[in-house]
């Protein structure tokens, strides 16, 4: 059985930099075609992709956010990590990991199957 | 980037009801695009992937069809527990959501 949940603050003040993490089990992100992602949903909105890391640490970020993110793993832990740089206001949101089914080659061309509960995250001072 | 457009943004329907969603990319994304239906307060779930196979545990009241640029979502009798927000997603170059559409009870 697969499960994902995050953790993390739920308040940051403006230009602070976020933390993120997604623990998980029941797979390996070490298994071929594996991936964890991270998604957001600010209130009453609609969901926006954030960034990917795949089992062979290749890794994958929105490019309107691209300069913000940073995405990392640790198998050993089976956790993954996001963090996001300079946070305003308008990052208010639910945040949710994911867990990547498909392709065992090309990088994209999947679904995600599983989710996390999501965390909600407030930016103010 | 490629954009998902869905339509309706919203609909009112009974139950009964056989009920349809589009989602248009704005360019050919083959048959990489998958539906979520998300309640209020929960995570998203996947209903339908690859434009039309039927995610596991799903009731086969659920379909979606189309390629390209066109998909619908098609749930051929409403139930009580359908009423949702319902999102496409293309997965054909990284990953876009439309806007959600929201299933309404009449």
């Known amino acids: 059985q697969i499960t994902l949940k995050e953790s993390g603050p739920t308040l940051v003040k403006p230009t602070q930099t976020l933390t993120l993490t997604c623990t998980f089990s029941g797979f390996s992100l070490s298994t071929n075609g594996v991936g964890v992602g991270w998604i957001r949903q600010p209130p009453g909105k609609a969901l926006e992709w954030l960034a990917l890391i795949y089992w062979d640490d290749d890794k994958r970020y929105s490019p309107s956010l691209k300069s913000r993110l940073t995405i990392t793993k640790d198998t050993s832990k089976n956790q993954v990590v996001l963090t996001m740089t300079n946070m305003d206001p308008v990052d208010t949101a639910t945040y949710y990991c994911?867990?990547?089914?498909?392709?065992?080659?090309?990088?994209?061309?999947?679904?995600?199957?599983?989710w996390g509960q999501g965390t909600l995250v407030t930016v103010s001072s | 980037d490629i954009q998902m457009t869905q339509s309706p943004s919203s609909l009112s329907a009974s139950v009964g009801d056989r009920v349809t969603i589009t989602c248009r990319a704005s360019?050919?994304?083959?048959?990489?695009l998958n539906w979520y239906q998300q309640k209020p307060g929960k995570a998203p779930k996947l209903l339908i992937y690859?434009?039309?196979s039927l995610h596991s545990g799903v009731p086969s009241r659920f379909s979606g069809s189309g390629s390209g640029t066109d998909f619908t979502l098609t749930i051929s009798s409403l139930q009580p527990e359908d009423f949702a927000t319902y999102y496409c997603?293309?997965?054909?170059?990284?990953?876009?959501f439309g806007q959600g559409t929201k299933v309404e009870i009449k």
């Open positions: 690859a434009a039309s």
């Open positions: 997603q293309q997965s054909y170059s990284a990953w876009t």
């Open positions: 994911v867990h990547r089914l498909g392709s065992l080659i090309v990088r994209y061309h999947d679904r995600f199957d599983y």
């Open positions: 360019q050919i994304i083959s048959s990489y």
